[in-house]
Protein backbone atom coordinates (compact mmCIF):
# COMPACT_ATOMS: atom_id res chain seq x y z
CA UNK A 1 0.00 0.00 0.00
CA UNK A 2 1.29 3.23 -0.97
CA UNK A 3 -1.06 6.11 -0.64
CA UNK A 4 -3.42 6.09 2.43
CA UNK A 5 -5.79 9.13 2.47
CA UNK A 6 -8.58 10.06 5.11
CA UNK A 7 -11.60 11.80 3.93
CA UNK A 8 -13.79 13.78 6.41
CA UNK A 9 -16.80 13.01 4.65
CA UNK A 10 -18.08 10.03 2.18
CA UNK A 11 -18.30 11.54 -1.06
CA UNK A 12 -15.17 13.40 -0.60
CA UNK A 13 -13.78 10.10 -0.37
CA UNK A 14 -15.47 8.77 -3.63
CA UNK A 15 -13.92 12.03 -5.23
CA UNK A 16 -10.51 11.25 -4.47
CA UNK A 17 -10.86 7.71 -4.82
CA UNK A 18 -12.21 8.69 -8.83
CA UNK A 19 -9.41 11.02 -9.26
CA UNK A 20 -6.07 7.95 -8.09
CA UNK A 21 -7.96 5.37 -9.75
CA UNK A 22 -8.02 7.56 -12.98
CA UNK A 23 -4.46 8.12 -12.05
CA UNK A 24 -3.89 4.36 -12.06
CA UNK A 25 -3.79 3.54 -8.88
CA UNK A 26 -5.63 0.70 -7.63
CA UNK A 27 -8.10 2.00 -4.40
CA UNK A 28 -10.40 0.74 -2.07
CA UNK A 29 -12.72 3.06 0.06
CA UNK A 30 -13.55 1.88 3.34
CA UNK A 31 -16.06 3.16 5.27
CA UNK A 32 -14.88 4.11 8.53
CA UNK A 33 -11.44 2.91 10.01
CA UNK A 34 -11.51 -1.02 8.90
CA UNK A 35 -11.40 -3.71 10.97
CA UNK A 36 -9.04 -6.55 11.03
CA UNK A 37 -11.46 -8.75 9.01
CA UNK A 38 -11.38 -6.69 6.15
CA UNK A 39 -8.58 -7.98 3.33
CA UNK A 40 -7.42 -4.96 1.09
CA UNK A 41 -5.51 -5.16 -1.53
CA UNK A 42 -5.15 -2.02 -3.27
CA UNK A 43 -2.42 0.54 -3.80
CA UNK A 44 -4.54 3.44 -2.47
CA UNK A 45 -7.04 3.48 0.03
CA UNK A 46 -9.55 6.28 1.25
CA UNK A 47 -10.41 5.93 4.68
CA UNK A 48 -14.04 7.28 4.37
CA UNK A 49 -15.42 9.32 7.54
CA UNK A 50 -18.02 11.69 8.43
CA UNK A 51 -16.02 14.05 10.35
CA UNK A 52 -16.58 17.20 8.67
CA UNK A 53 -19.11 19.10 10.89
CA UNK A 54 -18.62 17.22 14.17
CA UNK A 55 -16.75 18.65 17.24
CA UNK A 56 -13.00 19.00 16.63
CA UNK A 57 -11.34 17.30 19.53
CA UNK A 58 -14.05 13.85 18.00
CA UNK A 59 -12.66 14.73 14.49
CA UNK A 60 -8.99 14.50 15.80
CA UNK A 61 -9.27 11.05 17.40
CA UNK A 62 -10.92 9.50 14.22
CA UNK A 63 -8.78 11.03 11.94
CA UNK A 64 -5.61 9.76 14.04
CA UNK A 65 -7.11 6.39 14.08
CA UNK A 66 -7.59 6.32 10.69
CA UNK A 67 -3.43 7.20 10.43
CA UNK A 68 -2.59 4.93 13.12
CA UNK A 69 -4.50 2.21 10.43
CA UNK A 70 -2.79 3.63 7.40
CA UNK A 71 0.65 4.01 8.91
CA UNK A 72 0.44 -0.05 10.30
CA UNK A 73 -0.68 -1.05 6.82
CA UNK A 74 2.87 -0.17 5.38
CA UNK A 75 1.70 3.04 3.63
CA UNK A 76 4.26 5.85 2.88
CA UNK A 77 2.31 8.98 2.42
CA UNK A 78 -0.52 10.23 3.87
CA UNK A 79 -3.39 12.92 2.13
CA UNK A 80 -6.09 14.16 4.21
CA UNK A 81 -8.95 14.87 1.48
CA UNK A 82 -11.35 17.43 2.44
CA UNK A 83 -13.33 19.70 0.67
CA UNK A 84 -13.06 21.45 -2.56
CA UNK A 85 -14.87 24.43 -1.14
CA UNK A 86 -12.79 24.12 2.28
CA UNK A 87 -15.65 23.47 3.99
CA UNK A 88 -15.30 24.05 7.97
CA UNK A 89 -17.30 25.22 10.43
CA UNK A 90 -15.81 27.97 12.96
CA UNK A 91 -13.96 25.48 14.87
CA UNK A 92 -12.44 23.46 12.40
CA UNK A 93 -12.45 20.39 11.42
CA UNK A 94 -9.24 21.05 8.60
CA UNK A 95 -7.01 22.90 11.06
CA UNK A 96 -7.51 20.70 14.09
CA UNK A 97 -7.28 17.35 11.96
CA UNK A 98 -4.05 18.78 9.69
CA UNK A 99 -2.66 20.07 12.69
CA UNK A 100 -2.89 16.56 15.07
CA UNK A 101 -1.73 14.55 11.63
CA UNK A 102 1.53 16.50 11.48
CA UNK A 103 2.33 15.90 15.07
CA UNK A 104 1.76 12.40 14.99
CA UNK A 105 3.38 11.79 12.01
CA UNK A 106 6.67 14.41 13.07
CA UNK A 107 6.56 16.69 10.27
CA UNK A 108 7.09 20.08 10.49
CA UNK A 109 5.22 21.14 7.38
CA UNK A 110 2.75 20.18 5.18
CA UNK A 111 0.59 22.07 2.52
CA UNK A 112 -3.26 22.57 1.54
CA UNK A 113 -4.92 23.01 -1.05
CA UNK A 114 -8.40 22.44 -1.85
CA UNK A 115 -8.24 23.49 -5.76
CA UNK A 116 -10.20 21.37 -7.99
CA UNK A 117 -9.85 22.85 -11.78
CA UNK A 118 -11.87 20.77 -13.33
CA UNK A 119 -14.96 20.90 -11.05
CA UNK A 120 -14.13 25.21 -11.09
CA UNK A 121 -12.70 25.60 -7.87
CA UNK A 122 -9.58 27.34 -8.44
CA UNK A 123 -7.49 29.44 -6.27
CA UNK A 124 -5.30 32.42 -6.59
CA UNK A 125 -3.31 34.49 -4.31
CA UNK A 126 -4.46 32.42 -1.40
CA UNK A 127 -8.59 33.16 -2.59
CA UNK A 128 -10.59 30.69 -3.74
CA UNK A 129 -13.31 30.80 -6.55
CA UNK A 130 -15.90 28.39 -7.13
CA UNK A 131 -16.73 29.02 -11.38
CA UNK A 132 -15.99 32.94 -11.69
CA UNK A 133 -17.41 33.82 -8.07
CA UNK A 134 -15.18 34.25 -4.71
CA UNK A 135 -15.93 31.36 -2.53
CA UNK A 136 -17.66 33.82 0.07
CA UNK A 137 -20.17 35.02 -3.00
CA UNK A 138 -20.73 31.32 -4.04
CA UNK A 139 -23.64 29.47 -3.16
CA UNK A 140 -21.94 28.10 -0.24
CA UNK A 141 -22.22 31.28 1.68
CA UNK A 142 -25.71 29.34 2.42
CA UNK A 143 -24.56 26.11 2.73
CA UNK A 144 -26.94 24.38 5.78
CA UNK A 145 -23.92 23.03 8.10
CA UNK A 146 -20.90 25.05 6.93
CA UNK A 147 -21.91 28.64 5.52
CA UNK A 148 -18.31 29.72 4.05
CA UNK A 149 -18.07 33.70 4.17
CA UNK A 150 -14.48 34.30 3.44
CA UNK A 151 -12.82 33.28 0.49
CA UNK A 152 -9.23 34.25 1.73
CA UNK A 153 -8.13 30.22 2.82
CA UNK A 154 -4.91 31.49 4.92
CA UNK A 155 -7.10 33.95 6.87
CA UNK A 156 -9.77 30.91 7.28
CA UNK A 157 -6.91 28.06 8.08
CA UNK A 158 -4.89 30.60 10.32
CA UNK A 159 -8.45 30.85 12.64
CA UNK A 160 -8.12 27.05 12.72
CA UNK A 161 -4.60 25.97 13.00
CA UNK A 162 -1.97 26.50 16.04
CA UNK A 163 1.16 26.35 13.05
CA UNK A 164 1.65 29.13 11.55
CA UNK A 165 -0.11 29.34 8.09
CA UNK A 166 1.68 30.68 4.69
CA UNK A 167 1.04 30.95 0.87
CA UNK A 168 2.59 29.38 -2.20
CA UNK A 169 1.83 31.37 -4.66
CA UNK A 170 1.33 31.06 -8.47
CA UNK A 171 4.18 32.81 -9.82
CA UNK A 172 6.12 30.26 -7.93
CA UNK A 173 4.27 27.30 -8.84
CA UNK A 174 4.74 28.60 -12.84
CA UNK A 175 8.20 28.09 -12.27
CA UNK A 176 8.24 24.64 -12.21
CA UNK A 177 9.29 21.97 -9.31
CA UNK A 178 12.64 23.19 -8.22
CA UNK A 179 11.61 26.46 -7.58
CA UNK A 180 8.28 25.43 -6.07
CA UNK A 181 10.83 22.96 -3.51
CA UNK A 182 12.53 25.41 -3.31
CA UNK A 183 9.81 28.06 -1.66
CA UNK A 184 8.86 25.31 0.41
CA UNK A 185 12.35 25.74 1.89
CA UNK A 186 11.97 29.12 2.31
CA UNK A 187 8.79 29.06 3.48
CA UNK A 188 10.22 26.16 6.63
CA UNK A 189 13.15 28.67 7.64
CA UNK A 190 10.29 31.40 7.65
CA UNK A 191 8.27 28.65 10.24
CA UNK A 192 5.37 28.41 7.97
CA UNK A 193 4.21 25.45 8.94
CA UNK A 194 0.84 24.71 6.74
CA UNK A 195 1.09 26.84 3.36
CA UNK A 196 -2.01 27.48 1.02
CA UNK A 197 -0.92 26.84 -2.47
CA UNK A 198 -2.49 28.72 -5.49
CA UNK A 199 -3.96 26.42 -8.47
CA UNK A 200 -6.18 27.75 -11.67
CA UNK A 201 -5.01 24.80 -13.82
CA UNK A 202 -4.72 20.55 -14.43
CA UNK A 203 -0.98 21.86 -14.90
CA UNK A 204 -0.39 23.01 -11.84
CA UNK A 205 -1.58 20.50 -9.93
CA UNK A 206 0.90 17.87 -12.27
CA UNK A 207 3.41 20.51 -10.86
CA UNK A 208 2.56 20.47 -6.65
CA UNK A 209 2.18 16.86 -7.42
CA UNK A 210 6.26 16.09 -8.11
CA UNK A 211 6.79 19.08 -5.81
CA UNK A 212 5.31 17.30 -3.22
CA UNK A 213 6.83 13.91 -3.69
CA UNK A 214 8.56 14.06 -0.38
CA UNK A 215 6.48 15.46 1.92
CA UNK A 216 5.19 12.80 4.12
CA UNK A 217 1.53 14.67 4.69
CA UNK A 218 -0.50 16.25 1.77
CA UNK A 219 -3.92 17.77 2.84
CA UNK A 220 -6.14 18.56 0.00
CA UNK A 221 -9.05 18.47 -2.10
CA UNK A 222 -8.96 16.07 -4.83
CA UNK A 223 -7.29 17.95 -7.10
CA UNK A 224 -3.70 17.29 -5.56
CA UNK A 225 -4.68 13.32 -5.94
CA UNK A 226 -4.15 13.82 -10.36
CA UNK A 227 -0.45 14.19 -9.90
CA UNK A 228 0.64 12.82 -7.28
CA UNK A 229 0.22 8.90 -8.32
CA UNK A 230 2.99 9.86 -11.44
CA UNK A 231 6.03 9.67 -8.05
CA UNK A 232 5.01 6.10 -7.61
CA UNK A 233 4.87 5.50 -11.25
CA UNK A 234 8.70 7.47 -11.82
CA UNK A 235 9.70 5.04 -8.55
CA UNK A 236 7.93 2.18 -10.59
CA UNK A 237 5.74 1.24 -7.86
CA UNK A 238 2.77 1.52 -10.65
CA UNK A 239 2.42 -0.07 -13.74
CA UNK A 240 2.88 2.56 -16.99
CA UNK A 241 -0.65 2.17 -17.79
CA UNK A 242 -3.85 2.84 -15.72
CA UNK A 243 -5.91 -0.13 -16.22
CA UNK A 244 -9.76 0.90 -16.37
CA UNK A 245 -12.44 0.34 -13.89
CA UNK A 246 -15.70 -1.82 -15.03
CA UNK A 247 -18.70 -0.48 -14.26
CA UNK A 248 -20.81 -2.44 -11.33
CA UNK A 249 -23.06 -5.62 -12.71
CA UNK A 250 -25.91 -5.01 -10.72
CA UNK A 251 -29.30 -5.24 -11.71
CA UNK A 252 -32.60 -4.31 -10.31
CA UNK A 253 -34.42 -1.90 -8.93
CA UNK A 254 -33.12 2.03 -8.25
CA UNK A 255 -34.05 4.74 -5.70
CA UNK A 256 -32.11 8.27 -5.43
CA UNK A 257 -32.25 9.88 -2.15
CA UNK A 258 -30.95 13.29 -1.62
CA UNK A 259 -30.58 15.56 1.22
CA UNK A 260 -28.08 18.23 -0.86
CA UNK A 261 -29.24 21.59 -0.58
CA UNK A 262 -26.44 22.87 -2.75
CA UNK A 263 -27.08 24.76 -5.75
CA UNK A 264 -26.48 22.39 -8.39
CA UNK A 265 -28.48 19.48 -6.54
CA UNK A 266 -31.46 21.82 -6.17
CA UNK A 267 -31.08 22.36 -10.08
CA UNK A 268 -30.65 18.59 -10.27
CA UNK A 269 -33.52 17.98 -8.08
CA UNK A 270 -35.50 20.14 -10.31
CA UNK A 271 -34.59 18.40 -13.51
CA UNK A 272 -35.47 15.32 -12.30
CA UNK A 273 -38.69 16.36 -10.78
CA UNK A 274 -39.58 17.62 -14.24
CA UNK A 275 -40.92 14.23 -15.41
CA UNK A 276 -40.28 11.82 -13.02
CA UNK A 277 -41.49 10.76 -9.56
CA UNK A 278 -39.94 12.24 -6.43
CA UNK A 279 -41.07 12.81 -3.20
CA UNK A 280 -40.63 15.30 -0.72
CA UNK A 281 -39.62 15.03 2.44
CA UNK A 282 -40.80 17.56 4.94
CA UNK A 283 -38.89 18.77 7.97
CA UNK A 284 -41.65 19.42 9.79
CA UNK A 285 -43.73 16.81 9.55
CA UNK A 286 -40.59 14.21 10.49
CA UNK A 287 -40.32 16.64 13.57
CA UNK A 288 -44.28 16.09 14.91
CA UNK A 289 -42.95 12.23 14.33
CA UNK A 290 -45.15 11.60 11.32
CA UNK A 291 -44.26 8.47 9.20
CA UNK A 292 -42.24 10.32 6.76
CA UNK A 293 -40.17 7.27 6.08
CA UNK A 294 -42.26 5.23 5.42
CA UNK A 295 -44.07 6.96 3.07
CA UNK A 296 -41.58 8.21 1.25
CA UNK A 297 -40.15 4.56 1.04
CA UNK A 298 -43.72 3.53 -0.08
CA UNK A 299 -43.62 5.85 -2.59
CA UNK A 300 -40.61 5.03 -4.14
CA UNK A 301 -41.51 1.24 -4.11
CA UNK A 302 -44.98 1.84 -5.72
CA UNK A 303 -42.61 3.75 -8.29
CA UNK A 304 -40.56 0.35 -8.81
CA UNK A 305 -43.48 -1.37 -8.89
CA UNK A 306 -44.62 0.30 -11.74
CA UNK A 307 -40.73 0.09 -13.47
CA UNK A 308 -39.64 3.68 -12.35
CA UNK A 309 -37.06 5.55 -10.01
CA UNK A 310 -38.50 7.90 -7.72
CA UNK A 311 -36.53 10.37 -6.29
CA UNK A 312 -36.70 11.30 -2.61
CA UNK A 313 -35.47 14.35 -1.39
CA UNK A 314 -35.33 16.96 1.28
CA UNK A 315 -33.33 19.76 -0.61
CA UNK A 316 -34.72 22.82 -0.46
CA UNK A 317 -34.27 26.49 -1.21
CA UNK A 318 -31.47 28.60 1.19
CA UNK A 319 -34.75 30.35 2.83
CA UNK A 320 -36.68 27.38 3.53
CA UNK A 321 -33.85 25.78 4.90
CA UNK A 322 -33.23 29.05 7.19
CA UNK A 323 -37.01 28.66 8.28
CA UNK A 324 -36.38 25.22 9.04
CA UNK A 325 -33.61 25.87 11.43
CA UNK A 326 -34.94 28.39 12.82
CA UNK A 327 -37.53 26.26 14.62
CA UNK A 328 -35.13 23.32 14.74
CA UNK A 329 -31.43 24.55 15.42
CA UNK A 330 -29.05 23.99 12.70
CA UNK A 331 -27.38 20.65 13.57
CA UNK A 332 -30.79 19.22 14.61
CA UNK A 333 -32.30 19.59 11.39
CA UNK A 334 -29.47 18.14 9.55
CA UNK A 335 -29.05 15.10 11.87
CA UNK A 336 -32.98 14.64 11.68
CA UNK A 337 -33.35 14.47 8.19
CA UNK A 338 -30.06 12.13 7.44
CA UNK A 339 -31.82 10.02 9.76
CA UNK A 340 -34.78 9.70 7.94
CA UNK A 341 -33.22 9.55 4.57
CA UNK A 342 -30.65 6.87 5.93
CA UNK A 343 -34.38 5.07 7.24
CA UNK A 344 -35.99 5.37 3.35
CA UNK A 345 -32.30 3.73 2.14
CA UNK A 346 -32.14 1.25 4.88
CA UNK A 347 -36.33 0.23 3.99
CA UNK A 348 -35.25 0.32 0.32
CA UNK A 349 -32.59 -2.53 0.84
CA UNK A 350 -35.10 -4.58 2.78
CA UNK A 351 -37.53 -4.65 -0.24
CA UNK A 352 -34.86 -5.46 -2.89
CA UNK A 353 -33.20 -2.50 -4.27
CA UNK A 354 -29.90 -2.80 -5.42
CA UNK A 355 -28.70 0.66 -6.59
CA UNK A 356 -28.93 3.90 -5.04
CA UNK A 357 -27.55 6.94 -5.78
CA UNK A 358 -27.36 9.95 -3.35
CA UNK A 359 -26.87 13.54 -3.38
CA UNK A 360 -24.88 15.07 -0.33
CA UNK A 361 -22.04 14.22 1.67
CA UNK A 362 -23.71 14.10 4.80
CA UNK A 363 -26.46 12.39 3.34
CA UNK A 364 -24.02 9.37 2.20
CA UNK A 365 -22.33 9.22 5.30
CA UNK A 366 -26.00 8.92 6.61
CA UNK A 367 -27.11 6.22 3.90
CA UNK A 368 -23.74 4.14 3.55
CA UNK A 369 -24.00 3.95 7.56
CA UNK A 370 -27.67 2.53 7.60
CA UNK A 371 -26.58 0.05 4.65
CA UNK A 372 -23.66 -1.70 7.02
CA UNK A 373 -21.39 -0.70 3.98
CA UNK A 374 -17.92 -2.14 5.13
CA UNK A 375 -15.80 -1.00 1.69
CA UNK A 376 -16.18 0.04 -1.71
CA UNK A 377 -14.35 -0.78 -4.96
CA UNK A 378 -14.68 2.53 -7.25
CA UNK A 379 -15.82 2.28 -10.44
CA UNK A 380 -15.82 4.57 -13.81
CA UNK A 381 -16.57 8.47 -13.36
CA UNK A 382 -20.05 9.41 -14.17
CA UNK A 383 -19.17 13.13 -14.19
CA UNK A 384 -16.02 14.95 -12.83
CA UNK A 385 -15.79 13.72 -9.15
CA UNK A 386 -18.33 11.32 -8.70
CA UNK A 387 -17.60 7.26 -9.71
CA UNK A 388 -20.37 4.55 -9.68
CA UNK A 389 -19.12 2.43 -6.57
CA UNK A 390 -19.85 -1.33 -5.55
CA UNK A 391 -19.86 -2.72 -2.21
CA UNK A 392 -18.01 -5.16 -1.44
CA UNK A 393 -20.46 -7.53 0.26
CA UNK A 394 -21.50 -11.03 -0.52
CA UNK A 395 -24.72 -9.53 -2.27
CA UNK A 396 -23.01 -6.22 -3.87
CA UNK A 397 -24.80 -2.99 -4.10
CA UNK A 398 -23.83 0.01 -6.48
CA UNK A 399 -23.57 3.20 -5.32
CA UNK A 400 -22.90 6.89 -7.02
CA UNK A 401 -22.22 9.18 -4.13
CA UNK A 402 -22.48 12.93 -5.55
CA UNK A 403 -20.97 15.83 -3.44
CA UNK A 404 -23.34 18.24 -3.34
CA UNK A 405 -22.12 20.83 -6.22
CA UNK A 406 -21.02 17.70 -8.69
CA UNK A 407 -23.11 16.67 -11.34
CA UNK A 408 -24.60 17.59 -14.18
CA UNK A 409 -28.64 18.75 -14.62
CA UNK A 410 -29.41 15.74 -15.75
CA UNK A 411 -27.01 13.68 -13.26
CA UNK A 412 -29.22 11.40 -11.65
CA UNK A 413 -31.00 10.03 -15.12
CA UNK A 414 -27.52 10.05 -16.61
CA UNK A 415 -25.68 7.80 -14.09
CA UNK A 416 -28.61 5.39 -13.84
CA UNK A 417 -28.45 5.10 -17.55
CA UNK A 418 -25.47 4.08 -17.48
CA UNK A 419 -25.86 1.05 -15.47
CA UNK A 420 -28.07 0.22 -17.37
CA UNK A 421 -26.37 0.84 -20.98
N1 LIG B 1 -34.89 21.02 4.12
C1 LIG B 1 -33.83 21.03 4.93
N2 LIG B 1 -33.77 21.82 6.01
C2 LIG B 1 -32.69 21.81 6.83
N3 LIG B 1 -31.60 21.04 6.64
C3 LIG B 1 -31.62 20.23 5.56
C4 LIG B 1 -32.72 20.19 4.65
N4 LIG B 1 -32.45 19.28 3.69
C5 LIG B 1 -31.25 18.77 3.97
N5 LIG B 1 -30.74 19.33 5.09
C6 LIG B 1 -29.44 19.01 5.72
O1 LIG B 1 -28.43 19.74 5.05
C7 LIG B 1 -27.22 19.00 5.11
C8 LIG B 1 -26.67 18.90 3.70
O2 LIG B 1 -25.39 18.38 3.77
P1 LIG B 1 -24.83 17.33 2.74
O3 LIG B 1 -23.39 17.18 3.08
O4 LIG B 1 -25.66 16.11 2.71
O5 LIG B 1 -25.01 18.03 1.33
P2 LIG B 1 -23.96 18.99 0.61
O6 LIG B 1 -23.27 19.82 1.62
O7 LIG B 1 -24.69 19.66 -0.49
O8 LIG B 1 -22.95 17.94 0.00
P3 LIG B 1 -21.35 17.95 0.04
O9 LIG B 1 -20.94 17.96 1.49
O10 LIG B 1 -21.03 16.68 -0.65
O11 LIG B 1 -20.95 19.19 -0.69
C9 LIG B 1 -27.55 17.64 5.70
O12 LIG B 1 -27.22 17.59 7.08
C10 LIG B 1 -29.06 17.57 5.50
O13 LIG B 1 -29.70 16.71 6.42
O1 LIG C 1 -14.08 18.22 -2.79
C1 LIG C 1 -15.30 18.27 -3.01
O2 LIG C 1 -15.89 19.27 -3.41
C2 LIG C 1 -16.11 17.06 -2.70
O3 LIG C 1 -15.36 15.89 -2.84
C3 LIG C 1 -16.59 17.13 -1.30
O4 LIG C 1 -15.86 16.84 -0.39
C4 LIG C 1 -17.98 17.57 -1.09
O5 LIG C 1 -18.46 17.11 0.14
Given at each position: ????????????????AN?????G??????????????????????????????????????????L?????????????????????????????????????L???????????????????????????????????????????????????????????????????????????Q?????????????????????????????????????????G???????????????????????????????????????Q?????????R??????????????????????????????????????????????????????????????????????????M????????????????????Q????????????????????????????????????????????????????
Open positions: MLLGCIADDFTGATDLNLVRAMRTVQTIGVPDASLAIDADAVVVALKSRTIAPADAVAQSLAAAWLRAAGCRQFYFKYCSTFDSTELGNIGPVTDALMDAGCDFTIACPAFPAAGRTIFRGHLFVGDLLLSDSGMRDHPLTPMTDANLVRVLQRQSAKKVGLLRYDTLAQGVEASAAIATLRADGVGVAIVDATSDADLMTMGEAFADLPLVTAGSVAIGLPQNFRRAGLLPAEPVAPALPKIAGPAVVLSGSCSATLAQVAAWASRPACQVDAMRVARGEPVAAEAAAFAREAQARGETALVYASASPDEVRAVQQQLGRDEAGAMIERTLAEVARARAAGTRRFVVAGGETSGAVVALDVRALRIGPQIDPGVPWTETVEREPVALALKSGNFGAVDFFAKSLALLDA
